[in-house]
């Protein structure tokens, strides 16, 4: 059971356009979601972060929105260029809450963007 | 340079040939992580460690094993491959546990005939 569902898996954009990634999540324990950014051949690294008590978070071109209430969130890539081209992960997990154990990342099954030039 | 080691990188071998993908943190990181990676899957987790000597399963622990005898080397076991464990495996560590940033390493790209 996947806990937290992203689409699209693919996403082709001219340079210049917006990106848009959807992410939707069941658990509503869940209290922080991190977007991960890959590049290939290498690891995923943390791109940006939110948590619910905002509806919004911007960090340069990148911006997350959150709905609570639908409990999903996206993240948007503004005049998105080829250098945005990567597998972009959400993921979630209850930041608060620790029982006896270490508190995981439930990832999205992940989208793989391509900017054109 | 903070960072996260894999070795091998890359690593093809056959049905039930035992193999040890090693994994090192030069951050002190008390958190330590397994995922695999699978197209449309994602990531998933397969064993986490929160210090030396203290390892718990993650959501797909099957077919692996794990050990933390220091707190820099997290290895990941296969006793016995399997064709269905050709995947690429990425190892993870953060300062506390999934509640924080996490670095990957580079991923080790493991193909089992």
């Known amino acids: 059971q996947q806990q937290v569902k992203q689409s699209p898996q693919s996403l082709i954009v001219q340079k210049g356009g917006i990106s848009i990634i959807n992410c939707a999540y069941e658990n509503t324990a869940f209290d922080y979601f991190p977007w991960y950014q890959q590049f290939p051949g290498k690891g995923p690294a943390l791109l940006i972060a939110i948590r619910p008590d905002v509806s919004e978070k911007k960090e340069g071109r990148f911006t997350i929105s959150f709905n609570k209430s639908a409990k999903q969130f996206s993240l948007h890539i503004m005049d998105s260029q080829p250098g945005d081209s990567a597998t972009y992960f959400c993921?979630?997990?209850?930041?608060?809450?620790?029982?006896?154990?270490?508190?995981?990342?439930?990832f999205g099954s992940g989208t793989q963007l391509t900017v054109l030039p | 340079e903070a960072q996260v080691t894999q070795n091998p990188r890359y690593l093809i071998t056959v049905t039930g040939k035992k193999l040890t993908v090693t994994c090192s943190q030069n951050m002190n990181h008390e958190y330590m992580s397994w995922y695999r990676q699978d197209p449309g899957l994602g990531l998933r987790q397969i064993y986490y460690s929160m210090n030396v000597e203290v390892t718990d399963k993650g959501d797909v622990p099957e077919g692996y094993k794990v050990s933390r005898k220091e707190k820099r080397n997290f290895p990941l076991i296969l006793e016995s491959p399997s064709p269905n464990q050709t995947s690429l495996y990425f190892c993870?560590?953060?300062?506390?546990?999934?509640?924080?940033?996490?670095?990957f390493g580079p991923g080790t790209r493991l193909t089992v005939t």
């Open positions: 993921a979630a997990t209850n930041s608060r809450f620790r029982r006896g154990s270490a508190r995981q990342l439930t």
């Open positions: 993870a560590s953060s300062f506390n546990d999934g509640a924080y940033e996490q670095y």
